[in-house]
């Protein structure tokens, strides 16, 4: 057993209550490498934002869970170097058992999801409810979700939303003791959220449902999955090197801002990166197409991605200079 206390970690509690009080919201950015972590830290500490590292437990597969654990505790100590001690939680993204969120919090997670939304809701209670009493005592902060977003999570496609209802969030909260809650207001995962045709506008996400979460329970800590904002300017470099990518649509900005101003909390963001990565990655390699040098071209996907959280924390989430 690893505290993640030991990894220089902290939960989210105190994140969110700050978070709550002053208005913004916390960065859960996913990480799966070397350069998306380097990316991540030296964005949050020029801003001086806390942050949340994600892990999926498709990124424990393929990075190896000692290998992150020891990345997450580097992540401190770099961040110590780089000149401010941020906040960082180590957070499960979407765990789907109890037995992965055991694990998780046996190997220095400070924090787990655990995502029983595609359950009937007695069963998503039982589970959130089970490692929610299996974490709490050694102080690691638990996510739960009601609703399902549309997409991919992880394995789980779902093709419609089904949207969070507000009458069962105050009994889902008080019959499992969950720190915060995941709801679904229209957003999606992946780099595909809306099907709409040129020159009509995005559906707006669903404010009056999470005006009516919140009144149910005020106070409470809200998490915002799906929140990418799919760039298409990043989206036009990537077709403009080779790549292929169509239709895709994220969330606007401005309504992650107006969000990030309510009880939501924490915004998860992850394609947004991916997308910035493969841009700068595929200019590299067509503009040098005799650079073989990993360096070369994951140098400056780190950049680009750096320069994207730094727009985010900023002009999005509003956690600069809360650390
Ligand atoms: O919500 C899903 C996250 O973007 C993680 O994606 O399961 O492909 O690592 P992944
Ligand atoms: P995006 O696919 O919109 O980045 O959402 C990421 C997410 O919700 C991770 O849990
Ligand atoms: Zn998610």
Redesign the pocket.
Known sequence: MVSYKELGLVNSRELFKKAMEGQYAIPAF?F?NMEQLQAIIMACVETKSPVIL?V????RK?ANQNLLKNMAKGATEYAHELGCDIPIVLHL??GDSFELCKSCIETGFSSVMIDGSHLPYEENIALTRKVVEYAHPFDVTVEGELGVLAG???EVSAEHHTYTRPEEVEDFVKRTNVDSLAISIGTS??AFKFKVKPGEAIPPLRFDILKEVEKRIPGFPIVL??ASSVPQDIVAEINQYGGDIQNSAGVPEDQLRTASRSAVCKI?I??DG?LAMTAAIRKVLSEKPGEFDPRKYLGPAREKLKALYIHKIINVLGSADKA
């Open positions: 996913n799966n994600q999926s437990s498709g990124a393929y993204d979407h991919i999570e992880d995962h992946g999955h799906g998860n992850d394609s991916r």
